[in-house]
């Protein structure tokens, strides 16, 4: 590479994102980039001229081992729509005044499909103006609903903490015996893909049951038929475990925790925050059939959890963010890398790039075929799909007992 690259990290923070940082790092620096940069808080930080120079951070191999191995987004992350190019070019013209400034060859910014709306305006921007900075998209998100890819980096450890949780959760629950049985609802994150909410069957084995109920936000909700389903399975058993994504909704669209007492913020995509769903049906279902109920919201420990992160994720991750930098080196532009499997058993998966346009601002749902007929429970064919996922450990650096991460000072 001739000239510098500028990396930056926007969404929902993952246990694997920053290790698509440091494949970006490493990589620009063996392809011979001069300078690698980081956005601070993604394109919202740079419009702001808020970058650093990752080699005075990430000092030696130790630092990189690190990076790996912390979670959230080491540079800082953003949910920030740029305009449309025709309504507002000026912000176009302030940004790539930075970047040319900077004597930027290549933008790589790790993100979901919001983010890819970013990569997909600023490369038809270069090419509208004739400016020859190349921008790819490294792929990342928990939710695992972006086009075009088998999968995302971030979302196989998500699923190895969702799995290793609900079964720990089914464990506690059989403990002590309540006249009425216990029931316990566990909400997983996802908005409108159920791929993290269906990694709970990952808690089923020889040793577990798994969860009794599984529901995915890609199936209408019916609360009476819920009732009615925990009802017959308490005559039954004497706890209940149901695992329901924070985007369940009812046939009018509406969100189930809107039903509770649920917050009203919206980010700049429109995206309601989804929170409460849990606690809205156990307590439903606690004043309906009279029996013990607990309302547990896994929340920002699932995409935190780097102490549980898959190996296969986190090498994926670092291996998106090196394929990226290799694309923009090779001179593609308006591109997301992608992840290709080959076969399942043994897992094989490769890289390709794919035009962004083709996947900003989509999202890849599970199929509705691997959704049971009743929409309460799921097919093998997703823990087919998942299981090659979650394999492997990445031991933390522990110091004084507790994971060591690779941290930035941040000034208020
Ligand atoms: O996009 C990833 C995600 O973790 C979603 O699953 C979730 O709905 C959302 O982010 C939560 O975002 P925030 O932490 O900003 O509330």
């Known amino acids: 590479?001739?000239?510098?690259?500028?990396?930056?990290?926007?969404?929902?923070?993952?246990?694997?994102?920053?290790?698509?940082?440091?494949?970006?790092?490493?990589?620009?620096?063996?392809?011979?980039?001069?300078?690698?940069?980081?956005?601070?808080?993604g394109i919202e930080g740079l419009l702001k001229e808020n970058y650093i120079d990752l080699s005075e951070h990430i000092r030696n191999d130790l630092d990189v081992e690190l990076l790996k191995r912390t979670p959230a987004a080491y540079l800082g992350s953003c949910r920030y729509k740029l305009p449309d190019i025709h309504k507002d070019m000026e912000i176009y013209?302030?940004?790539?005044?930075?970047?040319?400034?900077?004597?930027?060859?290549?933008?790589?910014?790790?993100?979901?499909?919001?983010?890819?709306?970013?990569?997909?305006?600023?490369?038809?921007?270069?090419?509208?103006?004739?400016?020859?900075?190349?921008?790819?998209?490294?792929?990342?998100?928990?939710?695992?609903?972006?086009?075009?890819?088998?999968?995302?980096?971030?979302?196989?450890?998500?699923?190895?903490?969702?799995?290793?949780?609900?079964?720990?959760?089914?464990?506690?629950?059989?403990?002590?015996?309540?006249?009425?049985?216990?029931?316990?609802?566990?909400?997983?994150?996802?908005?409108?893909?159920?791929?993290?909410?269906?990694?709970?069957?990952?808690?089923?084995?020889?040793?577990?049951?798994?969860?009794?109920?599984?529901?995915?936000?890609?199936?209408?909700?019916?609360?009476?038929?819920?009732?009615?389903?925990?009802?017959?399975?308490?005559?039954?058993k004497s706890s209940v475990v149901v695992c329901?994504?924070?985007?369940?909704?009812?046939?009018?669209?509406?969100?189930?925790?809107?039903?509770?007492n649920n917050s009203d913020f919206v980010d700049a995509f429109g995206h309601k925050q989804l929170t409460g769903t849990a606690s809205f049906l156990a307590n439903y279902i606690g004043n309906k059939l009279g029996c013990k109920t607990r309302g547990i919201e896994l929340s920002t420990l699932q995409r935190a959890g780097s102490h549980l992160a898959s190996r296969v994720d986190i090498l994926e991750a670092y291996q998106v963010g090196g394929a990226a930098v290799l694309a923009a080196d090779e001179g593609d532009t308006g591109k997301m890398v992608v992840l290709v499997r080959h076969s399942d058993d043994p897992y094989q998966c490769g890289t390709e790039v794919k035009d962004v346009h083709k996947i900003a601002n989509d999202e890849k749902l599970v199929p509705k075929e691997w959704i049971s007929k009743d929409g309460s429970y799921i097919t093998d064919d997703f823990i087919t799909y998942v299981r090659p996922l979650i394999q492997g450990d990445v031991s933390p650096i522990m110091v004084d007992g507790i994971p060591r991460h690779l941290y930035r000072p941040t000034k208020k």
Request: charged letters at 25%.
């Open 1 to 41: 590479m001739k000239g510098n690259v500028i990396v930056g990290q926007s969404g929902g923070p993952t246990a694997a994102i920053n290790s698509s940082l440091a494949g970006v790092y490493r990589t620009a620096i063996d392809r011979g980039a001069k300078k690698v940069y980081g956005m601070l808080h």
């Open 93 to 236: 013209k302030k940004i790539f005044e930075i970047l040319d400034k900077l004597e930027i060859e290549a933008l790589v910014y790790i993100g979901g499909n919001d983010s890819m709306d970013t990569i997909k305006k600023l490369s038809d921007y270069a090419i509208l103006t004739g400016s020859e900075i190349r921008f790819i998209g490294c792929p990342k998100t928990i939710d695992n609903d972006l086009a075009l890819t088998d999968h995302t980096p971030g979302y196989g450890s998500a699923a190895k903490y969702i799995g290793t949780s609900v079964k720990e959760v089914i464990r506690d629950s059989l403990c002590l015996e309540y006249s009425g049985g216990v029931v316990t609802i566990i909400e997983i994150m996802g908005r409108n893909a159920g791929w993290l909410t269906g990694a709970s069957i990952l808690a089923k084995g020889e040793d577990c049951d798994g969860p009794d109920l599984i529901y995915l936000p890609e199936i209408t909700f019916d609360l009476k038929k819920f009732e009615a389903k925990v009802k017959k399975l308490v005559e039954q």
């Open 244 to 260: 329901v994504s924070e985007g369940i909704h009812d046939k009018d669209g509406k969100y189930i925790c809107e039903l509770g």
